[in-house]
């Protein structure tokens, strides 16, 4: 698939500025956390504003997210029913476990955080503006659930976007661990020192 470099890049940006939402972010800043040469930089920021996706703080103030990313949105709820759907099971999860638990979903080939519960004090507490973009990395337990179960034209964007795991050297080394992963209907993640760190299950449709 071909991508569109002047959309890859205006969408790193608001992602960015989607990080920092209380604070104006100066060109600079925006420039260099992107990789954008300051002058495109500018010109994808100032078309943006044009289009009220971003709005200036006044000058020489910064920028950040504009209504229009916002108006985008205007009638859905991320994860919408299932977060409904979800939560009670998820909070009898966390305080049987007293552990993190998460709820989680694709969005293109970013992984995105719909919900979030702290199991680990005698209260279960939740997060409710977890909706975030989590690691990009491999170090994920839902990552591999992920791309075990989409089609493969979305495993090959994944790694196109994101690299080659290092514990899979080629493609064969990774359809096998994806083929373990859907045997086996559950993805456990051991850390470096080989202890068990996460595990994820799939949440089936009906």
């Known amino acids: 698939m071909k991508y569109i470099q002047s959309l890859q890049r205006a969408l790193d940006i608001l992602e960015f500025l989607s990080g920092e939402p209380q604070r104006s972010l100066s060109l600079g800043e925006i420039a260099q956390e992107t990789g954008l040469h300051p002058a ?3 010109h994808l920021v100032g078309t943006m504003v044009d289009r009220g996706y971003v709005e200036s703080a006044g000058p020489r103030k910064g920028y950040r997210l504009g209504i229009m990313s ?3 949105n205007r ?3 991320p994860g ?3 977060v409904a759907r979800a939560q009670p099971l ?8 007293g552990e993190w638990v998460v709820l989680t979903t694709m969005a293109g080939t ?5 919900l979030e519960l702290n199991g680990s004090s005698r209260a279960v507490q939740i997060d409710r503006t977890a909706s975030r973009l989590a690691e990009q990395a491999y170090d994920s337990a839902s990552i591999w659930l ?3 179960y989409h089609e493969p034209a979305m495993r090959q964007r994944f790694i196109a976007c994101h690299g080659q795991p290092e514990d899979c050297p080629d493609a ?4 096998a661990r994806l083929a373990t992963v859907r045997r086996e209907r559950h993805c456990l993640y051991r850390d470096s020192s080989g202890e068990e760190a996460k595990v994820s299950y799939p949440v089936w449709d009906g």
Do not use: D, P
Request: charged share 20%; hydrophobic share 50%; net charge negative.
């Open 90 to 97: 998820l909070e009898a999860a966390a305080e049987e476990l």
């Open 110 to 114: 970013q992984r995105l955080v719909l």
């Open 75 to 77: 009638n859905r709820s």
């Open 40 to 42: 495109t930089c500018s």
């Open 70 to 72: 916002h108006y985008l």
């Open 172 to 175: 064969a080394a990774i359809e």
């Open 80 to 82: 919408g029913e299932l």
């Open 146 to 148: 992920f791309l075990a």
